[in-house]
């Protein structure tokens, strides 16, 4: 099961962090135009992101703490993500949908979002990912502290909720 550790920062201009992530020579994954329908679960939190350049549906576990956290993910490629959003959504009921222009760059095994919600503003997201058992919290740990001081971030705040929480909930609640 791939394992993440993972911080968030708002930031008031994405430009200067990406022309500092730029200096590192990643690869850039695409920009994506992203959809994420988060449905209601008694555990972790249970997403559908629809995108260009990432469609999956993901379960995962994070605590609500404001700084570099880990977190266990469970992903599921979906062949037909409309279908797989209804079907959810009748079952379980949706909770929040949080729509974001997404910039995905890669630098080794850390991957770097920079993300503009409307309403919300810009942030930064940076994941070490360990997908083969390989790397242990604390190596992940450090790879994300290292990129945080490489972009320049360390002066930035966390954010300690997700998305979903940000936006707050805009479906009721049965």
């Known amino acids: 099961m791939p394992r ?18 730029l200096r590192l020579h990643p690869r850039l994954a695409g920009e994506d135009q992203q959809r994420d329908t988060y449905f209601r679960v008694s555990h972790g939190r249970l997403k ?28 599921y490629a979906p062949s037909d993500a409309p279908v797989l959003r209804e079907t959810l959504a009748a079952a379980l009921g949706v909770d929040a949908v949080v729509e974001k222009t997404r ?37 992940l740990r450090a790879d994300a ?13 966390f954010e300690a909720q997700s998305y979903r929480e940000l936006v707050g909930r805009r479906y009721p609640m049965p």
């Open 145 to 157: 502290e290292a990129m945080r001081a490489a972009l320049g971030l360390l002066d930035a705040p």
């Open 48 to 75: 559908l992101r629809e995108g260009t350049v990432e469609t999956a549906l993901i379960h995962y576990e994070r605590p609500d703490v404001a700084g570099v956290k880990g977190s266990t993910v469970r992903l």
């Open 4 to 21: 993440n550790v993972e911080f968030k920062v708002r930031v008031d201009d994405l430009a200067p962090v990406r022309e500092r992530l």
């Open 103 to 139: 910039a995905i760059y890669y630098v080794g095994h850390v991957k770097i979002h920079l993300d503009t919600v409307p309403g919300l503003g810009a942030f930064v997201e940076v994941e070490a990912i360990d997908t083969d058992g390989t790397r242990g919290d604390d190596a």
